[in-house]
């Protein structure tokens, strides 16, 4: 057996045996977060419950972003031309490490662009690259490579899209008055970041085909089961008629699209012409919308493509309130101050953003959103970054590097992923263990001796 099974075996033994479906995993995370803030906090029973119903419903606005933006990249990802795009790209893998290597470098990108965009245009590829080795013969382990396109998730937060980086770059935002505005060019375009984002990418391209199993215990894509295009819902077609009305016409006029796609991208020019580079979800949700109408071949096939998308976000929209919930514990019994005082408490100017890191990392698997954990961890990180005399911007940067790097661990953002490549949680999950352990060092070293 090679050495790289020999590290991979144990995690996915515990992986198969013990981890359960993201629902569950919610779950059961609500019920630890009520003894933690029971045991460690001085809120009673009723208390906590009360924090736990009212943050229930607190996420809403920003659950409606993040569902509006996976059906956008969801719907972008399906139009045909950049399904031909990845469909080519799937082609070109010519062995078993250029076809691991493309999918962990090509979702890793996106990823920079938007987190979303890598979740499925990920997923998509690796069902192209999994399709085309196999007319080839060229054995490639289906649940590895679907786990090789989700690691694009561990540097989200470094680029585009990042929910902190963004946030302290707004005028306005809540911890305006602790630490001014932060550009991006001192946080997500740091030279440092960059650096260590594109050497993240690489390093996976090249663990993932190490960690490719013995050719016995290769699981192939299936493709009786498994369609390369997802089939359009019959929803539309209801009530089809051989009649050529005003009505079809219109369903099928590819310029109103078009017009509608032209005004949002107006919109955009205006915005980033008289704004600057300030970026935020809404305009990354009107980024996808405008791309995705623009490329669709009409309005009727721009909304078969938006229904295609209900799946994975329906799933999405029954789970995230019970972490708005959990995130309501945290923060209404003192909870979150408890664990983040835990590391300042500790640290020192050198280990500060390290801290931050592992504080952000734990917070993430409870409450799996980079915008809200930064809101209530910035100021007790902040406020001992003044103390310690830290550069903010190391701060930042610490938290979001933790938000992302738990993501390997945390199965609520395998869900589109795994709604696409048509896999269970279980079949993958215990390669991301790896490459979460890799990115522990590259991160956690990266801000203890480099930054």
Not at 163 to 171: E, F
Not at 439 to 449: E, P, V
């Amino acid at each position: 057996m090679k050495i790289s099974q020999l590290i991979v075996r144990p995690f996915v033994i515990l992986v198969e045996r013990y981890y359960p479906d993201p629902f569950i995993f919610a779950i059961l995370l609500t019920f630890l977060t009520f003894i933690l803030s029971l045991g460690l906090t001085d809120t009673g029973l009723q208390q906590t419950i009360m924090a736990w119903g009212n943050g229930l419903s607190s996420l809403f606005a920003f659950t409606t972003q993040i569902c509006l933006m996976l059906i956008a990249a969801h719907a972008l990802s399906h139009t045909q031309s950049l399904q031909n795009m990845l469909a080519r790209c799937g082609r070109l893998p010519r062995t078993r490490f250029q076809a691991y290597a493309l999918v962990a470098l090509v979702t890793g990108m996106c990823s920079l662009l938007a987190w979303s965009l890598s979740l499925v245009a990920g997923a998509i590829l690796a069902k192209e690259v999994a399709v085309q080795a196999r007319a080839k013969n060229l054995k490639l382990h289906y649940p590895l490579l679907v786990a090789t396109a989700y690691s694009g998730m561990v540097v989200w937060h470094m680029g585009y899209s990042g929910s902190a980086t963004l946030s302290v770059a707004t005028p306005g935002h809540p911890l305006q008055d602790m630490m001014g505005i932060l550009p991006v060019t001192e946080t997500m375009l740091a030279p440092m970041n960059l650096l260590l984002a594109v050497t993240t990418i690489g390093v996976i391209a090249i663990i993932c085909p190490l960690l490719h199993p013995a050719n016995n215990e290769v699981i192939e894509v299936d493709i009786n089961k498994l369609e390369t295009k997802e089939p359009e819902p019959a929803v539309l077609d209801a009530a089809p008629s051989s009649k050529r009305t005003v009505a079809t016409w219109l369903d099928n006029m590819r310029l109103l699209n078009i017009s509608i796609a032209l005004l949002f991208g107006i919109y955009l020019v205006i915005w980033f012409a008289t704004k600057g580079f300030v970026l935020n979800l809404n305009i990354v949700i009107w980024s996808f919308l405008c791309l995705g109408l623009l490329l669709a071949n009409s309005p009727k096939h721009y909304l078969q493509l938006i229904i295609n998308a209900g799946g994975p976000v329906g799933l999405i929209l029954l789970q995230y309130p019970f972490y708005a919930g959990i995130l309501g514990i945290m923060q209404d019994t003192g909870l979150v101050t408890v664990i983040s005082n835990f590391f300042t408490n500790i640290a020192t100017t050198t280990t500060l953003p390290f801290y931050a890191f592992l504080s952000g990392g734990l917070i993430n698997i409870f409450v799996p959103s980079g915008g809200g954990q930064w809101v209530i961890q910035g100021p007790i990180f902040l406020e001992a970054a003044r103390t310690l005399d830290v550069d903010p911007a190391l701060i930042v940067l610490g938290v979001a590097y933790g938000d992302q790097w738990t993501n390997m661990i945390q199965p609520f953002w395998t869900i589109p992923v795994l709604a696409i490549a048509g896999l269970h949680l279980r079949q993958i999950m215990g390669y991301t263990f790896i490459i979460f352990l890799f990115t522990f060092f590259l991160f956690g070293g990266a801000l203890l001796f480099l930054f």
